[in-house]
């Protein structure tokens, strides 16, 4: 949790006005990390792991091939390609990419994975603009933000339901983060049981402006709605963007035949977002006092 409370107070300094060159060297000390090689694993049920050690990526297996959730740096695409192969798969089975939203750091791999697989990329009806752009919303001219446009197949909106074989998961709108993110829920195999597992798609404040010029209009009322959407939610698992989110290292340093999967951990999604929004309250108060002092 301290690690998690140093990234977002990094990344909350950044969207209360740092300069360019300071946004460059933050992404050159969080690069180290972003595209540091990890070992791929079964996380649970059919999905499995195959991202960074510090951004995550998943693979879900289903009867009619693979679906992908997220890239990450432009630059893993390899390696992400490479821990697919390690546990057996074929990249070229990818058949349908997922994406939570629409930064860099998410979809860097989109277009390189498309151009080789066919895949249909699948993202949030509102970060549609912004894949096909390869922008940060708000700040589209900036390079270090950008990342390679891809073709968006498919838009989905809240409820919206996405199947490949025997394999469905259902999006949710949790905007805020970016406008169109999306948090996607599914169902898996936990030996006898059924756990829902949740892909949180993000809820820091991160680059945000929330006042002033806010990054998107009606960032703040999304942001609210988004945190009082998940806490409500009951989930059995819950994973995200980035493996801090929810501890993914330790637990999978837990992981053991025959024991419970660490990952089952009821409640964490409301702990969770219950941080967020006090974070999100704390940002948001530190922008409007630097607004008013200008």
Known sequence: MRKLTAALCALAFLATGAQAQTLKDFLATVMQKWTATFEPFQLIGNIYYVGTEGIAVYVIKTSQGLILMDTAMPQSTGMIKDNIAKLGFQV???KIVLNSHAHLDHTGGFAEIKKETGAQIVAGERDKPLLEGGYYPG???N???AFPPVKVDRVVKE???VTLGDTTLTAHATPGHSPGCTSWEM???DGNQNREVLFFCSGTVALNRLVGQPTYPGIVDDYRATYAKVKA???DVLLGPHPEVYGMQAKRAQMKDGAPNPFVKQGELATYATG??????KQLA???AALEKK
């Open 139 to 141: 700040d589209e001219k």
């Open 276 to 281: 967020l929004s006090e974070d999100f309250d």
């Open 233 to 235: 939610m009951k989930v």
């Open 187 to 189: 169902t898996v195999k």
């Open 92 to 94: 070229s089975d990818i």
């Open 143 to 145: 390079e270090d933000l």
């Open 159 to 161: 409820g919206d339901k």
């Open 286 to 288: 530190k922008q409007t």
